[in-house]
């Protein structure tokens, strides 16, 4: 069974830092570019950034960019999300996700575009 488990979400203060992980199991994502989304309440998911397979691109939303920073350790099977300076705005579920598409440069921004969804993770971030 192929599974993606985030953790290290919690409540925070504005300014703080928190580190997100995602673990997979079930399949090795090495050739897989993955994303992370979140989805606050009455929002539509969106994205937040997004690594290449091999970890050599890496894009953001204009809304983290500069603070939020997004990893992988394929030989471990595992994407971090690094999220500094945190604002109440940052607050939502974070969902990590890999493409169905393995081999891809440039992940891509829109939820359609991939296959396997963690369960998610809460953030909130207080003023």
């Known amino acids: 069974q192929v599974q993606l488990v985030e953790s290290g979400g919690g409540t925070v203060q504005a300014g703080a830092s928190l580190r997100l992980s995602c673990a997979a199991s079930g399949r090795t994502f090495s050739r897989n570019a993955m994303g992370w989304f979140r989805q606050a309440p009455g929002k539509e998911r969106e994205f937040v950034g997004g690594i290449s397979w091999s970890g050599g691109v890496t894009l953001y939303a204009d809304s983290v960019k500069g603070r939020f920073t997004v990893s992988r350790d394929n030989g471990k099977n595992t994407v971090d999300l690094q999220m500094n300076s945190l604002k109440p705005e940052d607050t939502a579920v974070y969902y990590c996700?890999?493409?169905?598409?393995?081999?891809?440069?440039?992940?891509?921004?829109?939820?359609?575009?991939?296959?396997?969804w963690g369960q998610g993770t809460q953030v909130t971030v207080s003023s």
């Open positions: 996700a890999a493409e169905r598409a393995g081999y891809r440069e440039y992940p891509s921004r829109r939820p359609d575009g991939y296959g396997y």
